[in-house]
């Protein structure tokens, strides 16, 4: 997997801040394009105030972490569209890319002549992406939107949390800002497959992402369970509307997740806590240990929380059954798949100095991350 220099000469201008945007740009920097990242004077993108924590350059900038994650590989500068000379440089710029990015409110570059009709007829073959909140058209397409509410709106909160009638229940959001995160990969992948067309046809294309719609489409099961089933999914914990057990049990000495996929697994589950429960014709397929899944839980509990993590865990390796641990950063980082994969990837900034950042998965292991493009992170202080 040598994906590092697929997009080498590709040229792009990103005006897109907080993170669907700059994910999207971010990936295609690790794949060796050149970013142009615009930002506005003196502040720069909001993110890069999003924090603590930060890290401090010797001239005392500081810089969020979170911008950190979200802008490696690019070459930031700042442009006030409002300023005719700064405007003039953009469209120079834009002239001779390839892809542009941005996540203004619809209708507000169209203010600065900075809309897709404009620059189409500028230049006929650049791909221009926009992502926002609720798409370019709608009763709702003049509203902004941060991923939480997507979370919301989409669906994603409702069936995420504790169930209801037990302590903690109520709707709860991710860890991360998945809603964000799967936005930016479906433009990531849009603007590639553009790229791709625009190989036949020699035109580029106005493309509309949203983030809603991301929200919506990322259900993927629980949607097809609704619109099959006619009910909407509730709260359940963490366990699986499809599957059981597929959940986390408490051990002697922490947690483990043990995931069972089918009916051969779980039978071989019951030959290793010496248990028959596979044989009864309430817990022998699938859909009878989901139907009875609050009679056979107390079993597993039970015989699960005489085990340490550890034994246990060699003990269903032993027997072809997946299970995971619930680690911490620290524990990630640390773990000896995770460092044999290399994920974690040093980069010398010329102003922050060395950096440590997660390496792109698309991206082969020892490759270097920053690609064609050197990672300037530090103070939007260049001028155009």
């Not at 999003?50 to 490696?72: D, M, T």
């Amino acid at each position: 997997m040598m994906l590092a220099n697929a997009l080498e000469g590709l040229r792009v201008v990103d005006l897109s801040r907080i993170l669907a945007g700059p994910w999207c740009t971010q990936n295609l920097a690790d794949l060796g394009a050149q970013v142009l990242k615009i930002e506005r004077p003196v502040q720069g993108d909001d993110t890069r105030g999003w924090g603590p924590p930060f890290v401090q350059s010797p001239g005392g900038e500081k810089v969020a972490a979170y911008f950190l994650s979200c802008n490696r590989g690019k070459h930031s500068v700042t442009a006030d569209f409002a300023d005719e000379a700064d405007r003039q440089w953009l469209l120079r710029q834009i002239a001779d890319a390839d892809v542009l990015v941005e996540n203004y409110k619809v209708g507000t570059l169209a203010r600065y002549g900075l809309d897709y009709a404009a620059l189409a007829a500028l230049n006929p073959r650049l791909i221009y992406l926009s992502v926002t909140g609720f798409g370019q058209s709608g009763p709702f397409a003049h509203k902004p939107g941060y991923d939480y509410i997507f979370q919301g709106m989409g669906g994603l909160m409702s069936y995420t949390g504790v169930e209801d009638g037990e302590p903690g229940a109520g709707p709860l959001r991710t860890g991360v800002a998945v809603v964000d995160l799967m936005t930016g990969m479906y433009a990531t992948s849009a603007v590639l497959a553009a790229l791709v067309q625009r190989g036949r046809t020699g035109r580029g294309q106005h493309l509309d992402i949203a983030l809603l719609d991301v929200a919506v489409a990322m259900n993927a099961n629980q949607a097809a369970n609704y619109l099959v089933s006619g009910e909407s999914p509730r709260r359940i914990g963490n366990t699986h509307p499809n599957l059981a057990p597929y959940e986390v049990f408490a051990c002697e000495d922490g947690h483990i997740i043990l995931a069972i996929g089918n009916d051969t697994q779980f039978a071989a589950f019951c030959g290793l806590v010496q248990a028959d429960w596979h044989l009864s014709a309430e817990f022998a397929t699938n859909a009878g240990r989901l139907t009875h899944i609050r009679q056979l839980r107390p079993l597993l509990r039970e015989k699960l929380a005489a085990w340490q993590v550890g034994p246990l865990g060699q003990a269903l390796d032993a027997h072809g059954i997946s299970w995971g641990g619930i680690n911490d950063l620290e524990q990630v980082f640390a773990h000896p798949q995770v460092q044999h994969r290399r994920m974690l990837q040093a980069v010398q900034h010329p102003e922050l100095g060395a950096l440590k950042l997660v390496r792109n998965p698309m991206v082969a292991p020892g490759t270097d991350p920053t690609c064609s493009a050197p990672p300037v992170l530090g103070p939007a202080a260049v001028q155009p």
